[in-house]
Every structure is written in structure tokens, then in C-alpha cells.
């Protein structure tokens, strides 16, 4: 249990500080700013508790929010993703899969666990971009920013998945 909160801190330490020291610099083309951390509600299991996942991803944003001068945003969308998180885990995961399975390419398949990380990511920046521009008025700005921001940052995150699990 408390090799799994470790283990847990570390890694949202490592993708807040990725997150605060290298990708909130990157604006490509003016417009993609990658938002990898995300993936940090891959990390947890299907047996994992659904009130503590959403505080883990509550605090995780809380510290985003911190240093990225975005009041609350990071938080709400993070929190909602968390909310999300495990009955889409549910609906994508083997039929007879462990109940302590941690999704990997391994252990959902390919195509599954990359869908689920897309759906987690596009929950996550339609929330955020909803709640930056909170207005219809500049539809077009906001629109290409999601999308950029979005595909840079799925393509960072399976990146990082390849990373962390190898092959």
C-alpha cells in the first residue's frame, strides 16, 4: 500500500515538474501548448478507489494550477477526467481481465489502451479549453488551440507509455 502511494507521488512529481519546467514554455505555432500529465490517471489500477483517484487528481492539478497561473483550471478539468476515468476503464478493458490490472498496452491491447488514453486526454482539454476561454467569442483561437494542444499532447503521452512500459 504505501509502496503504491510512493510510487504514485513520484510519478506526479515527475509530470508536474515535466509539466511546470519544459511544457508550459512550448507554444507551437502559438497555439499547442502540450498537456501530458494526463496520463497520470493512467496509472492507476481498475480496483483503485474512485474518491481517491479524484484527489490525487485534484491535488495534481491544484499544483499545475500553482505554477501555471491557470485559477483552477487544470484542477476542475483533471478532477472531471478522474471522474471518468474508471467506468471508461471498466467499459474498455478485458472481459476477463484481473481486477488489479493497471492498463498497459499489454494487458488491454494496443488499439484499446490507445483509445482510452485519447478519450481520457479529450475529456481532459475540452474541459480545460472550456473553462480558459469560457466564452464563444473567440471560437476559431480556441478551437485551434484544443486541437493542437491535444494531438501534441496524446502523441507526449504515448510517448511516455512507450517509455514506461517498453515495447
Known amino acids: 500500500m504505501i509502496v503504491i502511494f510512493i510510487r504514485h507521488l513520484l510519478q506526479m512529481l515527475a509530470l508536474v515538474a515535466m509539466q511546470v519546467l519544459v511544457c508550459n514554455y512550448v507554444h507551437f505555432m502559438g497555439y499547442a501548448t502540450p498537456m501530458p500529465y494526463v496520463v497520470f ?11 481517491g483517484n479524484m484527489l490525487w487528481a485534484f491535488g ?14 487544470a484542477a476542475a478539468a483533471l478532477t472531471l477526467t478522474a471522474f471518468v476515468q474508471w467506468p471508461l476503464l471498466r467499459a474498455m478493458a478485458p472481459k476477463e481481465c484481473a481486477e488489479d490490472m493497471v492498463p498497459t498496452y ?15 486526454a479529450l475529456v481532459h482539454h475540452v474541459t480545460f479549453y472550456l473553462l ?9 483561437e480556441t478551437l485551434i488551440a484544443f486541437a493542437s494542444s491535444l494531438l501534441f499532447s496524446f502523441v507526449l503521452m504515448l510517448l511516455l507509455e512507450t517509455l514506461r512500459h517498453g515495447k
Open 132 to 140: 480558459e476561454s469560457f466564452s464563444f467569442f473567440h471560437l476559431t
Open 106 to 120: 499489454k494487458s488491454m491491447g494496443r488499439w484499446n489502451h490507445i483509445r482510452y488514453l485519447f478519450i481520457l
Open 60 to 73: 495534481m492539478g491544484l499544483l499545475i494550477d500553482s505554477f501555471s497561473n491557470t485559477p483552477g483550471e
Open 41 to 51: 490517471l493512467a496509472y492507476f489500477s481498475l480496483d483503485s478507489n474512485r474518491v
